[in-house]
């Protein structure tokens, strides 16, 4: 069964730094990892989804890794604001198909 | 675009009542999907489709029932609520890649959420 992983569970940073969020599952025969934006009371916003034959991608001042080998996918924040504050989840799509098992999240705070 | 919407926004019942969660999307997505949200328990999947007509267990179905009769909608039924149903529920839809598997090209999309508790 596929277990997803994230560290740390929370996470607190001044405005202006450069942030890693880390995602770690113990299949690597996936089809995909997305990772997602989770504001207070909101519902899931996609922000990067990597295919398996992939190794990063990027949007803005984001940019996720895969590293499929290892178990490993890594979500980089450049010069992080405070509008950035939310709870970041991964997800990894197994190669049986229809199915995204979670990770618990990261509570990122960016402090003003 | 309202992409995908659920309602109602909140609910509170009593044991034993039953009730549906709505859920439609207008993207004309394949497939679509129930997610619970508990503390320390992360997002788990309920039920899923992949068409019209179309259902499957996720990882805890037992006490939800649900239906696709259409592209665009997909309810989710508590026949008797128990307080162990108390949550938070999502619907989720995506387009649906040719093969196996959701489609690489296209993320997941929620609604905003429906919170539910059960006394």
């Known amino acids: 069964k596929q277990e997803v992983t994230q560290i740390p569970a929370a996470l607190s940073v001044p405005e202006g730094e450069n942030l890693v969020l880390n995602c770690s599952f113990t299949?690597?025969?996936?089809?995909?990892l997305q990772w997602f934006r989770q504001d207070p009371g909101k519902g899931l916003t996609s922000l990067l989804l990597?295919?398996?034959?992939?190794r990063e991608q990027t949007s803005g001042r984001l940019n996720a890794s895969l590293d499929k080998s290892s178990g490993r996918s890594t979500l980089y924040i450049a010069a992080s604001q405070p509008g950035d504050s939310a709870t970041y989840l991964c997800a990894v799509e197994g190669n049986a198909g229809n199915m995204l098992t979670f990770g618990g999240g990261t509570r990122l705070m960016v402090k003003p | 675009n309202a992409g995908v919407t659920q309602t109602p926004k909140f609910q509170v019942l009593k044991t034993g009542q039953s009730m549906t969660l709505q859920c439609a999307q207008d993207m004309n997505h394949e497939y679509m999907s129930w997610y619970r949200q508990d503390p320390g328990m992360g997002l788990r999947l309920i039920h899923y489709s992949v068409g019209a007509g179309i259902t499957d267990q996720g990882e805890v179905p037992n006490g939800y029932n649900v239906s696709r009769s259409t592209t665009e909608d997909f309810p989710l039924r508590l026949l008797s609520a128990a307080p162990s149903q108390t949550s938070v529920y999502f619907c989720a839809s995506s387009y649906r890649g040719p093969g196996q598997g959701l489609s690489y090209n296209s993320p997941l999309h929620f609604g905003n959420g429906t919170r539910l508790t059960v006394t």
């Open positions: 299949d690597s025969a996936i089809y995909n």
């Open positions: 990597i295919q398996s034959s992939q």
